[in-house]
């Protein structure tokens, strides 16, 4: 005897429907894919309603001066709101819900600039967020130090003054440093401090040095250097972010980190390509470095880095970083002015997280590394 039973009468809730009748080829005139693009769009809308009131803490937001731009060539980016860090910035930052941004200087910063030059430079930049926006607008912006890197030994001291003096959270550098990285013996004042100090560096990527841009970027079409398509490549579209995964492995491989095991470093955008990599490196990397360094390779990322999401309002880049990192190492950013604020905290507003690891990304993570509060 046949029944007449709906085949889908067991599959509770919308989900489950949808999932159901996917599977069935039952659509009502819309295609499987329909189905699923409205059922994650529902459950997108559920949890945007759901977490309107999470806080959050901006943990990659830029800065310039007029100055700084004319120094590095950037006047071109002037009408982004880069130098504003007034009533602009605060009210994009109310419309998107940002309670706190972690302010740092516009790559290359000052870290090219050599001698007393560049550490006075660095010291202004410093001071004007503490008696500018930071005193303003009290709870609203922190900052990582700029530092004059070309002078490393004072750079670890200008850390330790904007730490102790002023209350920044730490350092930003900006890709290679000249033609060095960080894991070059020189830079060893700098990271034995932050790690006695106890605060973070946070590696941001930097421009290419000529020698490596004429290599692997300038072979473009001279017509179409107009739209500066080899720059580009160069930098934000991809360059940069493989920069700052080989210098992140390139201070495993040296043993910065059995040197200083408790050195913090943060590196943004998703994680750089490195979640798209990470199998293979740690399977590679760990047969040929078993006997030189002091743990397994893939421990040193979950001890000794952490990731933001600046820029890079994904979720399937977020569940792939997920995978292979701790939600405990993981903390939001927008990369303003580069990336509009709200988009990205109603993105991670949006995600089909539980409501704790949600909070760890906004701000709990944030709080807890670098000891403040929203």
Known sequence: MKSNANPLQHLT?????????????????????????????????DFLQRDQDLPFIGTEETFS????????????????????LGPRRIGAMDEAGLNVQILSAHTPGVQNVKGRKGIDFAYRLNKMLVDGPMATYPGRFQAFATLPLQSPEASADELERTVREDGFLGCLTNGIIGKKFLDHPDFEPLLARAETLDVPM???????????????YSNMLPEYQKEFQDQVLSISAYGWHQEVVTQCLRMITSGV??????????????????????ERIVEKMGEVTEKSLDKPFE?????????????????????????????DRVMFATDYPFADM????????????????????????????FGIKV
Do not use: C
Request: glycine content about 8%.
């Open 342 to 369: 709200k988009t990205q905290t109603d993105w991670l507003r949006g995600v089909a997280l539980p409501r704790e690891a949600k909070e760890k990304i906004a701000f709990r993570n944030a709080e807890k590394l």
């Open 299 to 327: 421990q040193y990322f979950h001890e000794n880095f952490w990731f933001t999401t600046s820029a890079f309002p994904q979720t399937e880049l977020l569940d792939l970083l997920l995978k292979h990192i701790s939600v």
């Open 257 to 278: 980190f059995d040197r200083h095991p408790k050195l913090q470093i943060i590196i943004g955008h998703m994680g750089e390509g490195l979640p798209f990599f990470y």
């Open 13 to 45: 809730g919308r989900r489950g429907f949808l999932a159901g009748a996917a599977a069935l080829g039952i659509g009502a005139g819309l295609s499987t894919h329909a189905i699923s693009s409205r059922a994650e769009a529902d459950e997108t809308a």
């Open 202 to 216: 946070y590696i941001h990527p930097g421009l290419p040095p000529d020698e490596v841009f004429q290599i692997y």
């Open 65 to 84: 001066t007029h100055e700084l731009m004319v120094l590095n060539d950037r006047l071109f980016l002037e009408d982004t709101g880069l130098a504003e």
